[in-house]
Every structure is written in C-alpha cells, then in structure tokens.
C-alpha cells in the first residue's frame, strides 16, 4: 500500500512567490494534517483538515491557506514567501485519531 | 513559549544497553502522548503512545511512562539496537476526539546507538 506522498520534494522559490505543495493520504484515511518544521525544531501543527472541512488550525499568519479535495487529497498554500518560511513542510493522514502517518516532506527553501 | 520540552538534544548509549528518552510539558490539559521517530529523509514514524489514564504502556522493545504529577514522560527502549539511531520526538494532544487533533512536538533527541 502507498504510504503519504507529497510534491514537490524539494523547491525554491523567491521572496514575494507564491508556493503550493501538494499531499494524497493513505487510501482510506479522510483526515490530513499539515506541519511545518524548521531545522533544529519539532514540527508545528498548520492546519487540519477533516472530511474536507477544517478542524483546526495553527499560529500561522493568513498568507498560509489549505485546502482538502472530494478525494481527500490537500494543498498547502503559502503566499508572499518570507525568508522564514524556509522549512520541511510535512504532511500527515490519519483514519481516526492521532496516530499520524506522515509523508517525507517538501523541503523548501526561500532565497 | 515551550509547552513540550525534550532538554537533551542528544543522547549515546551502546548496543544492548537501555536508552532513556526523557520528555516534559507544561500544559495540564495534555491527556495523550505519543513518539514518533525521525530518520533523515523521511517523515516522522509513530513508535508508541499513552492516554493520560495510564502509567504505563509497552509495545516490544519500547514502553513508555507516564508521570502526570510531574508532567513527565519517557521512552525506554531496551535493548537498544543500532537501526534505533535516530531522532525521537515527544508529541501531546488534547485528544477533542477523534476527527479534531493537534499535535505539540518537542525539539527531538538524536539517539545514537553504537555497535
């Protein structure tokens, strides 16, 4: 069976650009999580989303938007990129509850 | 403001040896805890979790204490094994029920186990 996958794996992008990245769950799980993790942190909770609503959401500026399609599958958006913003993104799904399956990341760096 | 806290960044213990991974919150309303463990390149791996309303759980080679009075976890993994290497997370949520959850990560421990 696929576990997360995610894409892009790696990106770069300028200050002011605009970055989607893009996140299919495991067959069957409906909930996905976004975390974004800088070097030397743990990951920090974005959104979650849940049956495509939105279930919860993190301490993250409005410039960072999410989204969860009919099959489950979501998009994180990021607009006017900051320096910052450079970080692991991570992508998680989940049946029921809190045990997460995350995918391997986008890393993406902002020059 | 820190409300997961893993203090040692880093932590070497020998094959065969147990290796303790200490973790400490400050949020009272924590009542699950979980590990995952990271290798580089990949995602976080859950390894093991605990509600609130136990002490104790063990999976295997890994059990995982709970001290609510101290609000202190930890992860013994015994024995420890050189494919062990690798960066542990403490995690903790408010479990609001199944479909609602975040999770607070700590900082991580790199273990290193030695051959």
């Known amino acids: 069976d696929a576990g997360v996958t995610q894409s892009p794996t790696h990106l770069i992008k300028t200050r002011g650009q605009h970055v989607t990245l893009r996140c299919s769950p495991i067959?069957?799980?409906?909930?996905v999580s976004w975390y974004q993790q800088v070097l030397g942190q743990g990951p920090q909770f974005i959104f979650q989303y849940y049956e495509k609503e939105e279930r919860g959401r993190g301490n993250f500026p409005d410039r960072f938007s999410a989204r969860q399609f009919p099959n489950y599958s979501s998009e994180l958006n990021v607009n006017a990129l900051l320096l910052g913003d450079s970080a692991l993104y991570l992508c998680a799904s989940s049946f029921w509850g809190e045990k997460l399956f995350f995918g391997s990341g986008t890393q993406l760096s902002v020059l | 403001d820190q409300q997961v806290k893993q203090n040692s960044p880093s932590l070497s213990v020998q094959e065969g040896r147990i290796s303790i991974l200490n973790c400490d919150y400050t949020?009272?309303?924590?009542?699950?805890f979980l590990w995952y463990k990271k290798y580089p390149a990949e995602g976080p791996t859950f390894l093991i979790s605990i509600s609130s309303i136990k002490d104790k759980n063990e999976d295997g080679r890994f059990t995982v204490f709970l001290n609510k009075s101290a609000k202190h976890l930890s992860l013994h993994i015994v024995p420890s094994q050189p494919g062990d290497s690798a960066v542990y997370f403490c995690?903790?949520?408010?479990?609001?029920?199944?479909?609602?959850?975040?999770?607070?990560f700590g900082k991580g421990t790199l273990l290193t186990v030695n051959p």
């Open positions: 949020n009272s309303m924590f009542d699950y």
């Open positions: 995690a903790a949520s408010v479990q609001g029920g199944g479909s609602n959850y975040k999770l607070t």
């Open positions: 067959s069957g799980h409906k909930s």
